[in-house]
Every structure is written in structure tokens, then in C-alpha cells.
């Protein structure tokens, strides 16, 4: 089993972090690659962080409310792969 980090996607060349709005998992839950695992905002846009693999939530690092920077580990994701 691999533990993946799941990081703050950069979703344009001027993003530098973004605001969890909502998280659309929780630990536990089993999730599919690209399926959407939180909501969030940054200075220009809302958009949602997808899962780049299959697997089970194992933690959610960061917090509704929080503002992570472009690359900050946001949850892990345990794999078989």
C-alpha cells in the first residue's frame, strides 16, 4: 500500500494559495481517481480538487476555512498501487 499526498493544485499561473470551502469526503471514504474531494477558492475562481488516483481517504490535513498554499499536502490517500 502507498500513502499519495493530495496538494493544492495551481489552477492558473498567478495562483499562489486557495480557501478549503468544503471537503466532499471524509476519512474512510473510498474515493475514485478524478472524483472531486474538496471545494475550493482562490482570489479568482472556486474550483474543486480532484484525486489523481483510486484509494481510501485516510487523512484530511487541512481544515475548512483554512488558505493553503499552491502545493501544501491538503489529505492523504491510501493506495494499492
Keep these: 500500500m502507498a500513502k499519495t499526498e493530495v496538494n493544492m ?3 492558473g499561473a498567478s495562483m499562489k494559495e ?3 470551502l468544503e471537503w466532499l ?3 474512510g471514504d473510498k474515493v475514485e481517481k478524478e472524483q472531486a474531494l ?3 477558492q482562490s482570489e479568482k475562481m ?3 480538487v480532484e484525486s489523481l488516483v483510486s484509494g481510501t481517504v485516510t487523512e ?3 481544515e475548512v476555512g483554512d488558505t ?3 502545493g501544501d499536502v ?3 490517500i491510501e493506495t494499492d498501487e
Design 46 to 48: 472556486e474550483a474543486e
Design 74 to 76: 491538503l489529505a492523504y
Design 25 to 27: 469526503v471524509k476519512p
Design 60 to 62: 484530511l490535513v487541512a
Design 68 to 70: 493553503c498554499a499552491v
Design 18 to 20: 486557495g480557501e478549503i
Design 9 to 11: 493544485p495551481r489552477f
Design 38 to 40: 474538496a471545494n475550493i
